[in-house]
């Protein structure tokens, strides 16, 4: 089974008496456990793509399953469970809740799944080890740098043990080294957890890390390249 499905994918936003086809017919395919990259210019669907995955949004047509979870079918209320339950979201802008420490912010989508406060506590102490920042658990963000910050994301993205993994620009803030750094990180998990991971970027660098590339246009797959 795939991780990602996509099939004849189409998003048609209405801007006054016309409309935007941010998606035009895009299919596309994730295996289990792999880290695919997605590029493009501004405006070639990236950032509709993921939200159509992470459930943020709806397609206008075409067919869009996560490990065999058909998402078009879905009501608003199952989309928010889907979300929650089977989507870790990492962003450019880290999204921390500034009054919440490192490991409280991690602890946020464990309160909301319902998860009792000794388990939540030590699953999050335990992410936030794993992503190397035992040390600073108990810092608020703006105590931390761009790139620690980053990697509580990260941690706060797996806590609720997702299906899948989307990241928007994870290394858009950073600077080259921490950037680097990063997706360094992201391979390693994706690695050792076995978690698919779509990940939009404009590095080259950082894309070339993923198993597979694609690359976008106009709201359609212009080319797909995989590692051998």
Known sequence: MAAIEAENLTRVYRVGDGEVRALDGLSLSVPEGELAAVMGPSGSGKSTLLALLGGLDT??????????????????????????????????????????????????????????RPERLAR?????????LGHRGGHLPNQLSGGERQRVAIARALSNRPKLVLADEPTGNLDEKTGHEIADMLVQLNAEQNIAMLLVTHNPVVADRAQRQFRLGSGKLIEETVKP
């Open 59 to 116: 397609a206008t047509a075409g067919r869009v399953s996560v490990h065999g979870e058909a998402l078009e079918t879905k009501s608003a209320d199952e989309l928010a469970t889907y979300r929650r339950d089977s989507v870790g979201f990492i962003f450019q802008d880290f999204f921390l809740l500034g009054h919440l420490t490192a490991e409280e912010n991690v602890e946020v989508p464990l309160k909301l799944a319902g998860m009792e």
């Open 124 to 132: 999050a102490r335990e992410l936030i080890e794993q992503v190397g």
